[in-house]
């Protein structure tokens, strides 16, 4: 089965394939031609999903998943929530958007937080959604060098190392863009 993933994110791509497995032949934004900038208007992770995920199927008619993801901090009311990448500002600059946390944090001792993913599944015009939450805390300062976004100052519960110290494999493993994918090839693979 070919699904094409509604992102030009190569960071997210190459997590997800690690993921799906070698029976879904996933494919980019870049390789159907689609260099367009697929609107985001919703206030919900589920509602960007299904319109990234819509806007490829309508204009592409090509079975497709899209998704959003969102770092909700308990101590700010759930923020930044659906406006994670861009919560330091429109550049989308995850050490700004880092370092806002951290600043907005300096004082607050209840650090817990949650990664959400939110998956939006097109197959032959029917939406089905799937998704993934791991808990855990903000840390003090960033730790580790590899992943993305937030991932430096996100540690989950039960680990010693923030996502950014993990292996691409050892996050794999646990983070709440795999759970959501796991219940999505679960799902592709019954039918």
């Known amino acids: 089965m070919e699904l094409v993933f509604a992102t030009n994110n190569v960071n997210k791509l190459k997590e997800i394939q690690a993921s799906i497995g070698s029976g879904i032949i996933l494919k980019s934004l870049s390789d159907i031609l689609c260099f367009d900038d697929i609107p985001e208007t919703s206030d919900t992770l589920e509602g960007n999903a299904r319109q990234k995920a819509e806007y490829i199927y309508s204009k592409y008619g090509v079975n497709c998943f899209a998704d959003d993801t969102g770092l909700e901090i308990e101590a700010l009311n759930g923020e930044p929530g659906v406006y994670s990448a861009r919560f330091a500002g429109p550049q989308r600059n995850a050490e700004d958007n880092m370092e806002k ?29 799937f998704d993934g939450i791991v808990e855990g805390i903000i840390l003090n300062e960033k730790k580790g060098a590899e992943g993305f976004g937030y991932d430096p100052i996100f540690q989950p519960i039960e680990h010693n190392k923030s996502f950014a110290e993990m292996s691409l494999s050892e996050k794999n493993k646990i983070s709440h863009r795999a759970r959501a994918i796991q219940k999505l090839v679960e799902f592709l693979k019954k039918g």
Do not use: C
Not at 104 to 117: G, H, I, Q, V
Not at 119 to 127: N, V
């Open 101 to 129: 946390v951290l600043e907005l944090l300096s004082t607050e001792t209840n650090r817990n937080a949650r990664f959400r993913t939110v998956i939006s599944l097109i197959i032959d015009g029917k939406e089905y959604q």
